[in-house]
């Protein structure tokens, strides 16, 4: 059995480790966002409708996000069962052949899906469409493997760090995760400006090689207690239907406005209803069989230790104030500021990282607090300053200088940055050693659900007041200039609104903070 921070003779340094895991969840996390700089090309090579063609090609963001989720899910245990270094080179390993298929999508993959379709259906296929699928399943497979590296990656540090050292590079894994993810517009904007857009996959591969090396020569003496029992596929398979049928429901565009509505409010569409309460029976589900299930998925009685379901909710909170946020961003520029689409991606980069660089920057800090003091302390803190973050964008209007955006969202970017080490090591510190990459994923999924909810949740509400204050202060008969003054009117209203909201979901999470308890000086080592 190996405690963590005592390291077997001949083994690598735990920053090393750390640093090894590091590159390939950024790089995973990177292609997450930076596909925001390719549809726009992919749609006019293919020549696919705008309208349609983007929403059928926004699956290349939402099927990576989709399969981004379930892989976190049951992948953190199968490294609890077969070894954090194989399964983190296997995920690897499938993120790059998802690249590979990405980037050489209009060759021989696209050849293969065409000879399928002529055997399995009549009629002559649409070529544009058939090409866009191929990118989607590509996607996936790539985010099948980026999602798995997150947990994974994560329990390393639990197996290398003891308890009272280990916040801060769980803060720097976190850290990572979402500075990819927010870097990834930039990232994409700057390669598509001077190369073909499968340029940014080609160059995954060789990055992904060296890594690959790296971490199979250098981390073959990772020490980690590996957990007996087996995988639980049915209980893989309920929560993968649970998040499909989520993300699904919440990804649902509004539909018409409700009939007999005064205000023509926007309604959701009639399909999502149903489609939440699926999603909330095969939870209902998944809850039962992991039960009664004799090598649960997911030990349910994880969430009885002391901590462990608090700062699970606390870090969905964060992520949905975050993404709200992150998606906030790019609608102010785009729709206030920017004039053309170009302009508008190359601005909304640049500001995320004003957001991003603090938030990373802020986590190892947030870590040490931790360490020195309390989980109380850094998380009620940094949610504190971030909501007076969101509370001051508020005032954001189109000639609001750059500057201030700019030191607006940093402020935020630092209190969110303050949680994320905190948050992780609550969970983490009172989960046995056997069951780290369970709850190391567990940490991710809260926060990506969170991020599901808050984007669904602004974007519904920014529909609803758009068109009420767009009736109500729209005069009858209103020429150009008037519709022109009354929608930028309204859309810096709704965005100061829906900042609101992310300060209402901050100050929510600071109520929740205080009830986390006092620091744990030690783990239990073995089972539940």
């Known amino acids: 059995m190996n405690e963590p921070g005592r390291q077997p003779r001949g083994a690598v340094s735990p920053a090393i480790a750390l640093t090894l895991v590091s590159i390939p969840i950024f790089l995973g996390a990177l292609d997450l966002t930076v596909i925001s700089a390719v549809l726009p090309h992919v749609i006019l090579e293919l020549e696919l409708p705008l309208q349609q063609g983007l929403d059928d090609a926004a699956w290349m963001v939402t099927g990576y996000l989709l399969a981004y989720s379930i892989s976190m899910t049951f992948m953190g245990r199968l490294s609890d069962l077969n070894g954090r270094r194989r399964v983190f080179l296997i995920a690897l390993v499938i993120f790059a052949l998802g690249s590979y298929l990405v980037a050489s999508a209009q060759t021989w993959p696209l050849d293969l899906a065409l000879q399928a379709y002529y055997r399995l259906v009549p009629g002559r296929p649409d070529v544009a469409y058939v090409t866009l699928y191929v990118l989607i399943g590509a996607r996936m497979i790539q985010a099948f493997g980026a999602g798995a590296m997150v947990p994974v990656g994560m329990a390393v540090v639990g197996d290398l760090y003891p308890v009272t050292r280990r916040a801060a590079p769980l803060g720097l894994i976190a850290a990572v995760d979402t500075a990819g993810w927010v870097f990834g517009h930039l990232y994409g904007g700057v390669i598509v400006r001077f190369w073909p857009w499968t340029m940014i996959f080609w160059l995954n591969l060789p990055i992904c090689l060296v890594a690959f090396l790296l971490i199979w020569f250098l981390l073959r003496r990772l020490p980690q207690e590996r957990k007996p029992g087996r995988m639980d596929w049915v209980g893989v398979a309920l929560l993968t239907a649970t998040l499909t049928t989520l993300n699904l429901g919440l990804g649902r565009e509004p539909g018409a406005s409700f009939g007999g509505s005064t205000m023509g409010t926007p309604g959701l569409s009639p399909e999502v209803g149903p489609i939440l309460a699926t999603s909330a029976l095969l939870l ?78 802020a986590s190892v800090p947030g870590g040490w607090i931790c360490q020195r003091f309390s989980y109380r302390l850094p998380t009620a803190v940094g949610l504190l300053v971030a909501a007076l973050g969101f509370l001051t964008m508020r005032s954001w209007l189109s000639a609001t200088p750059y500057s201030t955006l700019a030191s607006n969202l940093a402020l935020t970017g630092i209190g969110i940055g303050l949680t994320m080490a905190p948050v992780a090591a609550a969970v983490l510190n009172v989960s046995p050693l056997a069951e780290m990459g369970t709850s190391s994923a567990l940490v991710i999924v809260f926060r990506l659900i969170g991020m599901m909810i808050g984007i669904s949740g602004a974007t519904q509400f920014g529909l609803w007041r758009a068109e009420h204050l767009g009736r109500l202060w729209l005069p009858a008969g209103a020429d150009l200039a008037q519709v022109y003054a009354v929608g930028i009117r309204t859309m810096e209203t709704v965005i100061s609104e829906t900042f609101l909201m992310a300060a209402g979901v901050a100050g929510l999470a600071i109520l929740g903070s205080l009830f986390l308890k006092a620091q744990v000086s030690q783990i239990t080592h073995g089972g539940n």
């Open 284 to 361: 209902l589900a998944f809850i039962w069989q992991q039960l009664r299930a004799r090598f649960p998925l997911i030990d349910l009685a994880l969430f009885r230790r002391p901590n462990y379901l608090l700062a699970c909710c606390l870090n969905l909170l964060v992520g949905a104030c975050l993404f709200i946020t992150i998606a906030n961003v790019p609608l102010f520029i785009n729709s206030l500021v920017a004039s053309t689409a170009e302009e508008g991606a190359w601005v909304s980069g640049w500001l995320l990282c004003a957001l991003t660089v603090p938030m990373s920057l």
